[in-house]
C-alpha cells in the first residue's frame, strides 16, 4: 500500500514523541489532549480534499508541497539564494502547509494543473469569498511552484483561491500560447469553483501579476463579471513591450500559433489598450518605477485611457522597485486588501 509521505512523517513523529515521553515522564495528560488534536487534523484535512473531490471536473487532489532546495529548476534559483528559499520553506511548513492543495482537473478535455487553497478552520457550512489568482510567466517559469507569500497570503485573509497553471505546466496536458487557448482554464476553473456550496458567488476577485496580468484583461474581455481586479506589473499594450524587451519575440514564436503569419492580429488581440470598453471591473494597478521586464509606462498609459472612457481605476507606481516589488510586498498587499475590501458585497449567494 502506498503511504502518503505525510502520513508517514506523522507517524515518526508520533513514535518519536511517545519516545520522548516515556524518557522525560512527560504527563499522559499532555498525551491524551495533543495525540487527538494531530487526528483531528488529519480528519479536518480528509474532508476539505473530500469536498473538493465532490466535483466530477477535478479528478485528483492532494496536498500541494514546496520543492526542497536540491530539486528547484534554475528559473528559482535565479530569484532566490538558498538561505532565503529554505526560510520560506520552513515558514510555508509551520504556518501554511495543509490550507494548499494541488489539483488536476478538466479544461477542454486537457487535465490541467492547478492549485486551491483555503483559509484556516475552514468550514464547508461557511460562505468565503473567491480570489483568481493568475500566474506569471510562460510554460513552466513562473509557474506556482510555492503558495506561500503569494496564494497563501489572500487565503489568510479569508479568501478562498484558485489558480490555474495554465495547460501543458507541470505535467498538464495541451500547450501554453501565452494568452491563446489556456485563457479557456481560467474560464473552466472559474465554472469549476462556482458549482461548491461554500463559495460566496457575490464576491468574486480576480489577481495577476506581470503575464497573469494579461491574462486578467483576457478573461474580463470574455465578459466574465468580478468585483474588483488587481493587476500587477502588467503589460497592456504587447507591440511596446516588444519595443523594450525585443528577446520577448522569440517568445511569441514558439508559443503563439501561427505568429509569423498574423503578429499585429495576434499582439492586438492580448493588448488591453485597444479594448478598454471590454474592461468592466474595478481596476487596480500596481507597478515598480524601475521594472525592467515590464515598463511602468505600460500602466500609466492603460490609466489614461481608462480614466477617457469612465473606467473604476487606481494606480500606484512603487519609486525604485522592480518587477517583482519585493521591497515594498507588505504595502502591496496593503493596496490588494484594501481594494478588495472597498468592492465586497455584504449581501452573500
Partial sequence: MKISRFILNFNIGLVMYLLNVMKNKISMVTLLVCVPAVLILLLDLGSIKKEFRSNAKIINIKNFEMVSWEDTSGWIRGLYIEADYLKALEVYNRTYKGQSFEITYMSDGLKVKGVITVPRGF?????????????????DFGAIYTTFGFVDNYSSKGYIVFASQYRGVYGGEGRDEFGGAEVDDIINLISLSKEFRFVDKKNYFMIGASRGGTMNYLVLKRGIRF?????????????????????????YKELVPNYLENREEELRKRSVIFWVDKINSPLLLLHGSKDWRVSHVQSTNLLKVMREKDKIVKIKIYQGEGHSLSGVWDDVQTEIHSWLQRFTSNVTK
Fill in 123 to 139: 468550514s464547508p457550512e461557511k460562505k468565503y469569498p473567491v480570489i483568481i489568482y493568475n500566474r506569471g510567466g510562460n510554460r
Fill in 227 to 251: 468585483n474588483a481586479t488587481v493587476s500587477l506589473a502588467a503589460v497592456s499594450n504587447e507591440f511596446l513591450a516588444l519595443e523594450n524587451r525585443l528577446e520577448m519575440e522569440e517568445v
